[in-house]
């Protein structure tokens, strides 16, 4: 084969390596971004549960005057 012809198939093996990689590295992405997602959503429910929580426990305090008064 002429060098020329040799190059050609060698970039085309190189660019089809990276769009299979490209295309990898998408859906990964793709994965963690729904994970993240997933993630956020429970932080958030458990954040408004602990709030719920802690605001049930915490004792009143009663208003009263200070015995200077």
């Known amino acids: 084969m002429p ?5 050609l198939v060698e970039l085309e ?3 089809a390596e990276q769009e ?3 295309e990898e590295l998408s859906s990964v992405l793709a994965e963690q971004w729904k994970m993240i ?13 602990f709030l719920l929580l ?6 009143d305090i009663p208003v ?3 015995p200077h008064w």
């Open 3 to 7: 060098a020329v012809t040799t190059r």
């Open 37 to 49: 997602d997933q993630l956020s959503k429970k932080l958030t429910a458990l954040t408004d549960r």
């Open 13 to 15: 093996i190189r660019i």
């Open 20 to 22: 299979r990689t490209i």
């Open 54 to 59: 802690e605001e049930q426990t915490t004792p």
């Open 64 to 66: 009263t005057r200070p």
